[in-house]
């Protein structure tokens, strides 16, 4: 069964600074791997969603790369701000069905 | 991108009573989807796979006489929390899968908070 690993379970730092959250996995069988965003009490957005068959993807400040042999992915947050305070989830999507990591709490200070 | 709806978006609920949610594919169709259960600062917990026309499979632990899962159609999937507890109280959260043609991906609804009192 997939396992989905992140850290660090939560990071705070001052707005401004570059970031990045780690996802690993077990299973290097996967269709795509996919970052999401959650707020207290709300649903998922998703943010980036990387195929097998790719390296990368990047939406504005964010980057997210996929090492599917070693079993990892980064999301790479720059010149972060208050806004971009939340959960971030990462989830492998495999045969089956997509399995979710604990997720990294972010704050981000004025 | 394609989109789910889940309803309702809350609910509270007196114990021992059921309390159904709804998940609907509302612009493709839909042949699996999935259920989710999110407790208070965690991670999403897969509850249960459901293909269209045939029985659900649920993950080790939930019950599934206790949550009862329909998929009449590739658009609906219904989870049915029976004789509902205080700890049945969580976020729940379904997922409907796109396959085929080079594509896989699954889409989320908005949850469903159950609160049961």
């Known amino acids: 069964k997939q396992e989905v690993t992140q850290i660090p379970a939560a990071l705070s730092v001052p707005e401004g600074e570059n970031l990045v959250l780690n996802c690993s996995f077990t299973?290097?069988?996967?269709?795509?791997l996919q970052w999401f965003r959650q707020d207290p009490g709300k649903g998922l957005t998703s943010l980036l969603l990387?195929?097998?068959?790719?390296r990368e993807q990047t939406s504005g400040r964010l980057n997210a790369s996929l090492d599917k042999s070693s079993g990892r992915s980064t999301l790479y947050i720059a010149a972060s701000q208050p806004g971009d305070s939340a959960t971030y989830l990462c989830?492998?999507?495999?045969?089956?069905?997509?399995?979710f990591g604990a997720g990294t709490r972010l704050t981000v200070k004025p | 991108g394609a989109v789910v709806s889940q309803h309702p978006s809350w609910v509270i609920c007196k114990s021992g009573t059921s309390v159904k949610i709804e998940c609907r594919s509302l612009?493709?169709?839909?042949?699996?989807m999935f259920w989710y259960r999110q407790f208070p600062k965690q991670s999403l917990m897969l509850m249960a796979t459901?293909?269209?026309?045939?029985?659900?499979?649920?993950e080790q632990g939930v019950e599934k006489d206790k949550f009862l899962i329909n998929h009449a159609s590739l658009t609906l999937s219904t989870l049915t929390v029976t004789s509902a507890h205080p700890e049945d109280s969580s976020f729940y959260i379904c997922?409907?899968?796109?396959?085929?043609?080079?594509?896989?991906?699954?889409?989320f609804g908005p949850g469903t908070r159950l609160t049961v009192l």
């Open positions: 989830a492998a999507l495999g045969n089956n069905d997509m399995r």
């Open positions: 990387i195929q097998s068959s790719q």
């Open positions: 299973d290097s069988a996967i269709y795509n």
């Open positions: 997922s409907a899968r796109v396959s085929g043609q080079g594509a896989n991906e699954q889409f």
């Open positions: 612009d493709f169709q839909a042949t699996t």
């Open positions: 459901s293909n269209e026309g045939s029985k659900a499979t649920y």
